[in-house]
Structure formats: structure tokens, C-alpha cells
């Protein structure tokens, strides 16, 4: 079975790229029937459970293409009067706090809302009761974080001014770095005892990918693997681009029937 390089470049956004430069083989190009520059949708997985290593790299991939400084990571637990008896319910609670949320961004002339939302929660011994239950929330910038958190709440009684409030809430601004927000994205999802699963708002700007079959050789990712170059032969590979940085920029993988493979996680040069 004849193999060769694919170099795959996905683009989160405009401000990332990561390239997978990987063997492939004419029996996976035959089955996928791409064509070598046509672009496309990076596919979302199936799977909404964070313990799935496919499912980590789109939550990352996808934050990265919609959310920046001007935006929110939100945090909501529950009181114990509170706290949901499944993970089924609090996402029930929490899907309503966002709908409040898209309310009053409506109302306020702001525009819709846009959410990616992680449900997390650790497990009773025997597997079967969920307990500390939250969430962990990214969603654009525009209301102000006071009202973001005062909307964490159950609907007002009467005689009351305010709703009470479900449990801790609390809503920072991001802060990228040369990474985006991935650092906060691999909090987020590492190493769950519990579960961990996530979902996302439909009006998300999509993560994209082209690949290109001609661009390396066997030998040249055999020898840039055991070899690794400066950041300036990246640049000029990638003209405009430049490694985030030179750990979590750049990875290498070697397998015994495959070959070398690389990987880059790039940002758009300043």
C-alpha cells in the first residue's frame, strides 16, 4: 500500500492555524474522495463527552475561532437547595440561564448570543450520583458581568427585587495569549474522574481545513523530526504566520508502521 505526506492546515479564525503533516495512504484518499485543495468544514465530532481526545481538539479549535479579549469565561455552581439530582437537569437550569441571557443581549440591542458551554461534574462511588455539579461558560462580550451574573438566578417572588441567586456565579474577561484561550481550554477538559461534556451555541463561526498532498516528502518530515529547525524556517514555510511558541508550538509523533508525523500551532504574525 503506496503512502505519502498530507499537510493539513486548519484555520481557527483568523488569528490561528495548527498543521498536521502526517503519512496517508491512497486507500484513505480514495475512501475520503477529497479533492487536494478543496476546503472544508473541520467535522465536528460525535461525541460530546470531554474524555474523548477528538472532542478536546474541537472545543480548542473552536473557542480559538470565536472567542477573544472582548469576551467572557462565566462560571456557575449551585446552592445545595439547589443542586441538580442529574446532569440532565443542570443542563435544563443552565440552557434557561442562557436563554436569559440571549434575552437581555435582545432587548439591549446587542448582538445574538453566542456560547460554548462545558458541564462538568464529579461522580458518588458508585458511578451512578453526580455531585458538584457546574459549569464553565464562554460567550461574547457586551452585556457587562454584573448583569451576566445577577441573571444566575430563579425567577423573582413577590416582594422581592431580585431573583435568588442559584449558587456561585462568576464572569472574567478573557485573556489570550500567544495560544488564544487554549491554556483555559485544556483546564478545562483535562484528565475528567468525573464527566465532563459540552455543547455550543448554532451561530459559531466553524474551524476550516485545507489539505495539500504535494507540499513534503517522507524523507524532509523525517529529517525536520529529528532535526528540529528554528522558528524561521516555519515562517517561511507558512509566510505571515510564526510558531506560538517553541513547546507548545511544535510536536512530533513516530510510530512503527507509519513514519513520523508533525504537528504546528501557528498564529498570524503581528
Same mark, same amino acid.
Given at each position: 500500500m503506496?503512502?505519502?505526506? @498530507?499537510?493539513?492546515k486548519i484555520y481557527c479564525g483568523k488569528? +490561528? &492555524?495548527? *498543521?498536521?503533516?502526517?503519512? /496517508?495512504?491512497? *486507500?484513505?484518499?480514495?475512501? #475520503?474522495r477529497g479533492k487536494r485543495s478543496k476546503k472544508e468544514r473541520v467535522t465536528e465530532p460525535k461525541q460530546r463527552n470531554l474524555n474523548d481526545k477528538n472532542a478536546r481538539r474541537y472545543l480548542t479549535q473552536l473557542a480559538n475561532t470565536n472567542f477573544d479579549e472582548e469576551d467572557l469565561h462565566v462560571t456557575t455552581t449551585y446552592k445545595d437547595k439547589f443542586l441538580p439530582s442529574t446532569i440532565e437537569e443542570a443542563e435544563k437550569e443552565v440552557t434557561n440561564y442562557l436563554r436569559r441571557i440571549s434575552y437581555r443581549r435582545k432587548k439591549d440591542g446587542l448582538p445574538p448570543?453566542? +456560547?460554548? &458551554? *462545558?458541564?462538568?461534574? $464529579?461522580?458518588e462511588a458508585d458511578g451512578e450520583k453526580p455531585v458538584r455539579i457546574h459549569h464553565?461558560?464562554?460567550? !461574547? %462580550? %457586551?452585556?457587562?458581568?454584573?448583569? *451576566?451574573?445577577?441573571?444566575?438566578?430563579? @425567577?423573582r417572588k413577590k416582594g422581592q427585587?431580585?431573583?435568588?441567586?442559584?449558587?456561585f456565579v462568576n464572569a472574567d474577561r478573557l485573556q489570550p495569549d500567544e495560544n488564544g484561550v487554549a491554556a483555559l481550554c485544556t +483546564? &478545562?477538559?483535562? !484528565?475528567? =474522574? %468525573?464527566k465532563? =461534556?459540552? #455543547? #455550543?451555541?448554532? !451561530?459559531?463561526?466553524?474551524?476550516? $481545513? @485545507?489539505? !495539500?498532498? +504535494?507540499? /513534503? #516528502?517522507?524523507?524532509?518530515v523525517e529529517r525536520i523530526a529529528k532535526n528540529l529547525p528554528d522558528v524561521s524556517y516555519w515562517e517561511r514555510k507558512y509566510e505571515g504566520w510564526t510558531l506560538t511558541d517553541n513547546v507548545y508550538g511544535i510536536k512530533t509523533v513516530y510510530n512503527d508502521f507509519t513514519g513520523w508525523s508533525i504537528y504546528l500551532k501557528l498564529r498570524r504574525k503581528e
Open positions: 503506496r503512502s505519502f505526506i @498530507r499537510e493539513k488569528k +490561528y &492555524l495548527e *498543521v498536521d503533516i502526517f503519512p /496517508y495512504s491512497d *486507500v484513505q484518499k480514495k475512501v #475520503s448570543l453566542k +456560547y460554548i &458551554l *462545558v458541564t462538568e461534574c $464529579s461522580m464553565h461558560i464562554f460567550m !461574547n %462580550g %457586551g452585556l457587562d458581568r454584573d448583569t *451576566v451574573e445577577d441573571l444566575w438566578c430563579r @425567577r427585587e431580585k431573583g435568588e441567586r442559584i449558587g +483546564y &478545562l477538559t483535562k !484528565n475528567p =474522574r %468525573g465532563k =461534556r459540552w #455543547s #455550543s451555541s448554532q !451561530n459559531l463561526e466553524k474551524p476550516w $481545513s @485545507r489539505p !495539500n498532498d +504535494y507540499k /513534503y #516528502s517522507r524523507r524532509e
